[in-house]
């Protein structure tokens, strides 16, 4: 019997997952595969999935046409967190954004450090809202995926997470559209 079916009340996310890196490839993303597998084990709809290389106006693209997309509910990006030159991806998300949530990258780094102690400061873990879709970024190794989804996103994105969780917002994320400025 599948989790769904045990769990009443559930409702699977439509979730796409983007690996940022110059190096990785379908065959040996293991961080991408982290996060299709434990989205897909928790019951929800892996959306989409590619790669893109470390460049900030490919990520930036990449994450508003799959924003636009209505399958598409939540992304899940994983790599391009650090601070080397080549890690642009927190910058990517800067420049789409409508709303940062500051409180997962603190969250992230929070649950990291009980792990990986100080080098967690290392790790630019983001997230926002562009056009009713959420945005996560997530550090490139499975480690940081396991974490980023088995002690946030896997309740964030179940709608039975009480006292509140993500999930259960993404109806009025668009709520502000169409309204006139005051």
């Not at 959306?47 to 209505?70: L, Y």
């Not at 780094?109 to 970024?137: E, H, M, N, P």
Request: glycine letters at 10%.
């Amino acid at each position: 019997m599948q989790e769904t079916e045990l769990r009443p009340g559930f409702k699977p996310v439509r979730i796409a997952v983007l690996t940022i890196s110059d190096t990785r490839s379908f065959d040996n993303d293991r961080s991408g595969d982290t996060l299709a597998d434990r989205l897909q084990d928790a019951g929800h709809i892996l959306a989409a999935r590619d790669i893109v290389r470390d460049d900030r106006a490919s990520i930036a693209e990449k994450f508003r046409s799959w924003a636009a997309d209505p399958q598409i509910e939540v992304i899940i990006s994983t790599g391009g967190t650090g601070v080397t030159g080549r890690d642009v991806t927190p910058e990517a998300l800067g420049d789409v954004i409508e709303k940062r949530i500051d409180g997962f990258g603190e969250l992230f780094r929070w649950i990291s450090f009980r792990k990986i102690g100080t080098s967690t400061i290392q790790s630019r873990a983001d997230a926002g809202v562009l056009a009713g879709t959420y945005i996560f970024v997530l550090p490139g190794s499975p480690g940081a995926c396991r974490d980023g989804w088995d002690d946030i996103l896997k309740d964030q994105l179940d709608i039975r997470h009480k006292p509140c969780n993500f999930a259960e917002l993404l109806p009025r994320l668009r709520e502000h559209e169409g309204r006139e400025a005051l």
